[in-house]
């Protein structure tokens, strides 16, 4: 049974340009919660799918987007990248009808990305 | 502004000590606190959690202790191993938000053989 998985691992990108990261959650999984990790920082909060649609959003700007598709994977968009969007960003799944739990929510090893 | 605040960002314990993580959080709201382990390239794994209504939760040589009066988590090894070196994670849910995790900024812990 695969965990959570997200690709891809490392990448650079350049000022201004965009990028997607993806995540496939661990099966049996509905929920998709993405967050973003600078250096030397604790995980913050991006936003959360559920049913294909954005349910929470933490305070990112508009340049962050998302998208969930019928399977439960999630894609994290970043356009106008700025050199401050480095950083790991990381996909958390879970269960929505399973309620909250550390038990219950399952991290992927994340995407590293660096903008030069 | 941080809500939740990890003040030391490192530690060094030597092995089978004691290794204490403190945590402390600003908002009165918060009911669902967990304790996260991260090696490097690795994603976050659960450690333990502790809900509003208790004080105290223990799990092998995992404690954590809340203290709702002082608004502090912390999160007792005993004895610590080496292998326990990693960056800890506070993570505090808010409920009636959802389940969006706010987390400390981590602390790294060195269990020193």
């Known amino acids: 049974d695969a965990g959570v998985t997200q690709s891809p691992t490392h990448l650079i990108k350049t000022r201004g340009q965009q990028v997607t990261l993806r995540c496939s959650p661990k099966s049996g999984h509905d929920t998709v919660s993405w967050y973003q990790q600078a250096l030397g920082q604790g995980p913050q909060f991006i936003f959360q799918?559920?049913?294909?649609?954005?349910?929470q959003r933490g305070n990112f700007p508009d340049r962050f987007s998302g998208h969930q598709f019928p399977n439960y994977s999630s894609e994290l968009n970043v356009n106008a990248l700025l050199l401050g969007d480095s950083a790991l960003y990381l996909c958390?799944?879970?269960?929505?009808?399973?309620?909250?739990?550390?038990?219950?929510?399952?991290f992927g090893e994340g995407s590293w990305l660096t903008v030069v | 502004d941080q809500q939740v605040k990890q003040n030391s960002p490192s530690l060094s314990v030597q092995e089978g000590r004691i290794s204490i993580l403190n945590c402390d959080y600003t908002?009165?709201?918060?009911?669902?606190f967990l304790w996260y382990k991260k090696y490097p390239a690795e994603g976050p794994t659960f450690l333990i959690s502790i809900s509003s209504i208790k004080d105290k939760n223990e799990d092998g040589r995992f404690t954590v202790f809340l203290n709702k009066s002082a608004k502090h988590l912390s999160l007792h090894i005993v004895p610590s191993q080496p292998g326990d070196s990693a960056v800890y994670f506070c993570a505090i849910l808010r409920g009636d938000t959802g389940n969006q995790f706010y987390f400390g900024t981590g602390t790294s812990l060195t269990v020193i053989p």
């Open positions: 799918y559920y049913e294909e649609e954005e349910r």
């Open positions: 908002n009165s709201m918060f009911d669902y």
């Open positions: 958390a799944s879970s269960l929505l009808a399973a309620g909250v739990s550390g038990n219950t929510i399952y």
